[in-house]
C-alpha cells in the first residue's frame, strides 16, 4: 500500500481506461504512471490535468524539453559495465533488446512527467505567464500496454527484499512506494545484486540529492516556457496538491536520474 490511492489500470472503469490508452498514445508509453492513477481515485481530476497538459505531451517543443533536461542531470562519474557483465545478468540477446525497449520507456516516461507535472504544479501555485504556443510532434508509434506489474507481497521473499532495499535508497520512497523500475526487475532478478554495485556512486545520499536537485532545476526552467492552458478547477484540486508537490520535487526526480544512469551503462548494441 501506499500514501496514495489509485485506479489499476485492470480495474478501471471505461471512461478512466480511455484516458489511460490516451495517455499511452499521445506519450508514446506503453504504461500509466502512478501519478495519474492516482488522479484517476480523485473524481473528475484526471479528466481536467490531462485535458490540460495533453497539448505540451503531444508538442515537438516536449521532445527538446526532455532532451534538455536529460543533459542538465548531474550524475557522478559511473565505472562502464561491460556486455559480458550484462550477459551474466540474464540480460543478454533478446532479453537485452526488452531491458533496452523498457529503459528507454522510462527515461522518456519520466522525464515527459517530471516537465508536465511541474508546469500543471506551477500553474496551481499561481503561475500565471500565458500558455506556450505549441507545435504538434509527429505521432508516437503505437505501443502495447505493459503487462500489470507484479505486487510486491506476492514475490518471493528474498526477491522482494532485495527490490525494497532498492527502493530504500529514494527518500520518495517513505510511505510503500516502490518505484516501479525495481518491480520490472522480477524479469531479471540478477539486476537487483548488481544493481548496487554498478550504481554505487550514485546511490550515495549526496550524490542521490544532487542528481535529484539538478533534475528538479532543470524541469522547472523547462515548465516555465511549457505552461498549460488549463480550464476552471474541479473542486476537489486540492486533493491532487501533496501527490504533486512529491511526485514533481522528490519521487521522479529521485528515480529519472537512475533510468538515465542505467541506460547509459547499456551496451549500444
Excluded at 480511455?18 to 473524481?43: E, K, T
Excluded at 473528475?44 to 485535458?51: F, G, H, L, Q, R
Excluded at 526487475?185 to 544532487?210: G, I, K, N
Amino acid at each position: 500500500m501506499t500514501n496514495f490511492p489509485e485506479v489499476h489500470p485492470l480495474n478501471a472503469s471505461p471512461e478512466i481506461a480511455a484516458i489511460y490508452a490516451d495517455i499511452r498514445a499521445v506519450s508514446g508509453l506503453s504504461m500509466v504512471n502512478l501519478i495519474w492513477r492516482h488522479f484517476a481515485a480523485l473524481p473528475d481530476v484526471i479528466e481536467w490535468a490531462w485535458k490540460g497538459v495533453r497539448p505540451i505531451v503531444g508538442s515537438q517543443e516536449l521532445v527538446a524539453a526532455r532532451q534538455r533536461l536529460i543533459a542538465a542531470i548531474e550524475l557522478p562519474a559511473l565505472p562502464a559495465v561491460p556486455p559480458e557483465a550484462w550477459q551474466a545478468a540474464g540480460v543478454g540477446g533478446v532479453e537485452l533488446t526488452a531491458f533496452q525497449a523498457m529503459m528507454a520507456d522510462y527515461v522518456r516516461g519520466n522525464s515527459t512527467n517530471i516537465i508536465v507535472l511541474t508546469a500543471l504544479r506551477l500553474r496551481l501555485e499561481g503561475v500565471n505567464h500565458s500558455a506556450s504556443v505549441l507545435s504538434a510532434a509527429p505521432t508516437p508509434a503505437t505501443v502495447a500496454p505493459m503487462a500489470p506489474l507484479p505486487r510486491i507481497d506476492a514475490l518471493d521473499p528474498k526477491l522482494a527484499g532485495a527490490i525494497r532495499s532498492l527502493a530504500g535508497r529514494h527518500e520518495g520512497a517513505q510511505g510503500g512506494i516502490i518505484p516501479s523500475l525495481y518491480l520490472e526487475l522480477v524479469r531479471w532478478p540478477a539486476l537487483t545484486d548488481t544493481f548496487p554495485q554498478w550504481l554505487e556512486a550514485l546511490y550515495h545520499p549526496s550524490a542521490m540529492r544532487a542528481a535529484r536537485d539538478s533534475t528538479c532545476r532543470a524541469a522547472e526552467r523547462e515548465a516555465l516556457n511549457l505552461l498549460p492552458a488549463l480550464d476552471p478547477a474541479p473542486s476537489n484540486v486540492a486533493e491532487m496538491k501533496p501527490a504533486l508537490e512529491r511526485f514533481t520535487r522528490l519521487i521522479i526526480p529521485d528515480l529519472t536520474p537512475v533510468c538515465v544512469a542505467v541506460q547509459r551503462l547499456l551496451p549500444l548494441h
